[in-house]
């Protein structure tokens, strides 16, 4: 399929008996890449509408949910869409179909407004679930269990078990701080960044990258777009709130591809730190948190 934690425990008593939280079970899709297997290249869920369901990318990193309409041809739904012509996503036009009521696994969503790319087609793959969609939720991602939680609220004596740290919040998206060399960056969380552990671009971070040797070239397609990332072994201790992660390579565009400054952000970190853990989401209170896995 072509795409763009550890304490059960913790997972069933985060929330409190009175708050309903929503399960989304994920899973696992793989792809090769350079003639390399990647078992954990993307996190798919499934998505319905109209009474049937569909495989969805898991996609923090894009800012709102979309569809592609190849997979949508012959709905009833496609029928309604609205053209928006100045609006573009990936350099391929938007459109709109208003007041649809859908359900990603457990979780509902109605009237709500989903956008869409006009004459886009990626296989199996039929849409991504941005961030926009958990507005002022909490999202609990248990990666061992592969399961997500929506909940409006968290059951207030385990808050202190989660370690949070302050987050920005631009366009439906949380940047998380990280600290390297004893210097503050910020990076956006991207739960559809499964591949790399931290990506950037050259300019950006060149004291570290320059005269370090390119040990690996990836070509790849994002949203039919061909992009080139490289490596540098760095081996370096970064660090997250209290926690505390070895990075062995640093991938990065040689030009600024994903508009990170334009976004006032330094990168994206993905899903590689946090295969063992259970992270949490706070979209209420710009907050993003790892599980104390001592509990």
């Known amino acids: 399929m072509k795409l763009k934690l550890l304490f059960t425990y913790i997972i069933f008593t985060i929330f409190s008996p009175n708050i309903q939280a929503q ?52 709905t009833e739904l496609i029928k309604s869409k609205e053209i928006t012509p100045n609006d573009f996503a ?14 990603i696994d457990n979780f509902e969503i109605k009237n709500y407004d989903l956008r869409g790319l006009l004459n886009f087609d ?32 968290l059951k207030n004596k385990f808050i202190k078990q989660i370690q949070f740290v302050d987050a920005k ?8 701080p990280i600290t390297i060399d004893d210097k503050t960056y910020y990076f956006l969380y991207d739960s559809g960044a499964s591949i790399f552990p931290m990506i950037t671009y050259k300019e950006n971070m060149k004291q570290i990258i320059e005269n370090r040797e390119i040990v690996e070239n990836f070509n790849l397609k994002n949203f039919n777009n061909p992009l080139i990332l490289r490596a540098v072994d760095i081996n370096k201790n970064i660090q ?19 508009g990170f400054k334009q976004q006032d952000i330094d990168g994206i970190i993905g899903n590689d730190f946090f295969y063992d853990k259970i992270i949490v989401l706070d979209f209420k209170n710009k907050k993003f948190g790892i599980v104390n896995n001592d509990i």
């Not at 990936?90 to 179909?97: M, Q």
């Not at 997250?240 to 994903?258: A, C, I, P, R, S």
């Open 240 to 258: 997250l709130g209290n926690n505390n992660f070895m990075v062995k390579q640093l991938w990065f565009t040689d030009e600024d591809y994903f």
């Open 90 to 103: 990936a350099g391929h036009t938007v459109f709109i179909v208003k007041n649809q009521n859908l359900k």
């Open 122 to 153: 990626q296989g199996e793959v039929c849409g991504v679930v941005g961030s926009d969609i958990f507005k002022d939720k909490y999202l609990t991602i248990n990666f061992s269990k592969k399961e997500i939680e929506v909940s409006d609220k």
């Open 23 to 74: 399960k989304i079970d994920f899973k696992w899709e793989k792809d090769s890449i350079n003639g390399k297997l990647i078992d954990k290249i993307a996190m798919s869920v499934p998505f319905t509408i109209e009474n049937k369901t569909y495989r969805f990318q898991f996609d923090l990193g894009a800012d709102v949910t979309l569809i592609y309409d190849k997979c949508f041809e012959k």
């Open 169 to 176: 919040y631009i366009n439906n998206k949380l940047h998380v």
